[in-house]
């Protein structure tokens, strides 16, 4: 039996968790920041690392207490291995969390798993739920920093097959969120909005990019949005001043966010049945703070293969995908040194 204790601190999060054998989640404590980056509409780097510096060891209490091991270094003595998501994220918050996780590992002499927060995750789907999906799979990860499809042989053997030239579908959603004078992030409160709303009122444009491309655009869409609320802006003019944002009644308000999300799934739907027809995909496999939207996780049963969503704790950022990833490493004696890096950029993005 492995136990592993997982730290996050990518972006936003500041997060510790214990997992089991790889998919038990004993605790999953989450120290969300996004109250402090709520007034401005999105994360400020340098606030993020300031709040990871003063959430991450009473988070990673927290995550021994609520698994019930001990506190501090008699916790830390019961675990077999020290996982952290060293990329890819904003610098200066990676940092804060690879630090933390290599001090403790030398601390308590533990072994020491740095994981690709992308990675991570994808395996999300197997926490809670120990389930092996037929391979090779497609895999997507949709975020607020990430839109990409990867081609899956097995848990160790990954290929980054498309992704955004612009915008993350997340983002996508956290911009149009402004653009209505929504809270941040935007994901959740669109997707409650656009169960009221009507998808087919206003034809947002799908942007498909060439016949057979996996890659992702989502800035045409987000403009669209922009025009639809502002108008089309004339020379010099400020599209997004106050001045020229016009009223939006409720029923719009839900219409607006309905076809918007539509218009979002259409293309996701649409790629991953491509990129599942171009590898010979046996299955589905979907990570990322918008695979917990309603409307996606509906749309999936029309690609016809058999789909694996995370259970909605594991979609957004956390602990307990990295922990659990790291025991696939721990098994095969892959473990990391002590001067192991924060990386700014996915280890898949130079395999493309
Ligand atoms: O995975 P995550 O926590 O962080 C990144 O790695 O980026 O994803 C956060 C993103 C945000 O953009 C948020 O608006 C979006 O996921 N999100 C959603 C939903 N819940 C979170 N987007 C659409 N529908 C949701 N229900
Ligand atoms: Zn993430």
Redesign the pocket.
Known sequence: MAVILGIET????TAASIVVDGTVVRSNVIASQAALHARYRGVVPEIASRAHIENILPVVDEALKQADLPSGKAGLSKVDAIAVAHRP?LIGSLLIGVTAAKTLAWASNKPLIGVD??HA?LYSVKLDNNVEPPMPAVGL??????TALYAINNWLDIRLIGSTIDD???????KV?AILGLG?????????LAAAGRPDAIGFPRTLLSRDSLDFSFSGLKTAVLYHVHGVPRRGQDVKSEESKRTIEQAELYDIAASF?AA?IDVIIKKLRRAADQINARSVII??????????RAALANLRLPTFVPALPY????AAMSAGLADIFLRSGSVSSLDLDAIPQSRFAETK
């Open positions: 990518t972006c936003d999060e994220g927060h992308v995750h990860v949709c975020s607020g920093g990430h993350a579908v997340g983002e996508a959603y956290d969120a941040y992030p935007g994901g959740p409160i669109i997707d409650k999300q979002c990570g990322g703070g918008v695979s917990a939207n309603r409307g996606l979609c957004t950022d956390n």
